[in-house]
């Protein structure tokens, strides 16, 4: 028998998706990325620029194993293999670990990129809220990175902090969003400097009989004033976009949109995928280069 | 590009920052030999250009790095900045 103890509530949903419409034959380029983060693992395949394939799954102890599992699943019934891609970029914490990358290119000039392709041109103010770190990334209308700011200094502010505190009160980490926000009033937010801090803070609250809403809506408060400071240091230009897996939680998102006084813009795309999708477009750009480099 | 490297915690915000648009047009690349603690390095960025950017085992301790540098009172200009020609580097505190 399963009990309340024994589950792990941090556990998200990993996912793989393919377009069963598209025919991988008929195209030019096909193209890769592979982002391996602290926390998760996503792999993008593109077919002559257009989104094709992608998995997300939680990266193991072994960075090379984390990205062949990532590709391959992503891959996964589309008829191709690792060996039919013609240029694959690594990026993300593990980039200079992926045994069948090309390239390696940091996560922020990719997310940049991936950015600019989910949300459009004119988005200028990226938040990259990562596994273990934050990013906030100002971008011209090509997705070129004009200037950034990261930290990964610790674990508050980012989706490593946020499994902690699905763990700590036994909610489902999907499920902390929404909850947050199905409070009457506001709770001034939790330590933000520190989120082991912050989780005996939690712990403290809840012996004093706070709801877990409450609790977890001060955390997402915490989240979202820490990530402020960060965005306001480099100036927030709009368009302002959201990537990374927090992307997902709308506790965090309402209450940044609500603090900075800006609308994220939102996207049909999976928010999580930007880093992958972004080293794909810059494979796609090299292997072009390439091409005109060498005429065929 | 702006390259901010460093950090923010308790005791405050501790960035060194590259404008990697004017290191670009360096070739002198002075800055390396100049700071005492060796704290720069020149990479490939992203975008293939040639830039000084700080060694990624600094960037988490450049308040302490740093300290040689800025003593509590009368603090002489910076060797980096004082040696980068173009201006491009700036420090936050």
């Not at chain 1, 200079?96 to 000039?109: D, G, K, Q, Y």
């Not at chain 1, 700590?168 to 939790?190: A, K, N």
Request: one cysteine or more; charged letters at 25%.
């Amino acid at each position: 028998m399963t009990t309340d103890t024994a589950k792990e509530f941090w556990r998200w949903k990993e996912y793989n998706w393919h377009d069963s419409a598209a025919d991988p034959k008929s195209a030019e380029i096909i193209t890769a990325g592979v982002d391996v983060g602290s926390v998760s693992s996503q792999a993008v395949v593109l077919l002559d620029g257009r989104l094709y394939a992608f998995a997300s799954m939680r990266t193991g102890s072994n960075s090379p194993d984390s990205a062949k599992k990532a590709m391959n699943w992503a891959l996964e019934n589309t008829g191709l293999t690792i060996a039919d891609l013609q240029f694959t970029v690594g990026t993300g914490y593990g980039r200079v670990n992926v045994p069948f990358a090309n390239r390696a290119i940091t996560e922020i000039a990719c997310h940049a990129r991936g950015g600019n392709f989910m949300y459009g041109p004119t988005v200028r103010t990226i938040l990259d809220m990562g596994g273990q770190d934050c990013k906030a990334i100002l971008c011209d209308e090509n997705g070129k990175v004009t200037n950034f700011l990261m930290n990964d200094k610790c674990a508050a502010g980012t989706g490593r902090g946020m499994e902690v505190f699905a763990d700590l009160l036994g909610v489902p980490i999907e499920e902390v969003g929404e909850l947050s926000l199905d409070v009457d009033e506001e709770p001034p937010p939790v330590s933000s400097t520190c989120v082991v801090f912050a989780k005996s803070e939690a712990a403290s609250l809840l012996r004093e009989g706070w709801s877990k809403k409450r609790v977890l809506a001060s955390y997402c408060s915490a989240m979202a004033h820490r990530v402020v400071s960060l965005l306001q240091r480099i100036g927030v230009v709009k368009d302002f976009a959201i990537t990374g897996g927090i992307a997902k939680n709308r506790g965090v998102v309402v209450r940044l949109e609500r603090e900075l006084n800006i609308k994220a813009l939102q996207s049909k795309y999976d928010a999580q995928i930007a880093g992958a999708l972004g080293a794909a477009l810059f494979a796609k750009a090299m292997v072009e280069k390439q091409r005109k480099a060498v005429p065929q | 590009m702006k390259a901010n490297y460093g950090y923010t915690d308790g005791s405050g915000e501790f960035y060194i920052t590259i404008d990697t648009d004017l290191c670009v047009k360096c070739s002198e690349h002075w800055c390396v030999d100049a700071c005492p603690v060796g704290l720069f390095e020149i990479i490939v960025d992203d975008y293939d250009d040639e830039v000084a950017a700080i060694k990624d085992d600094h960037r988490k301790k450049l308040k302490y790095d740093c300290a040689p540098c800025k003593p509590v009172s009368g603090r002489p200009p910076l060797p980096c900045v004082q040696a980068c020609t173009l201006c491009a580097i700036t420090h936050s505190w």
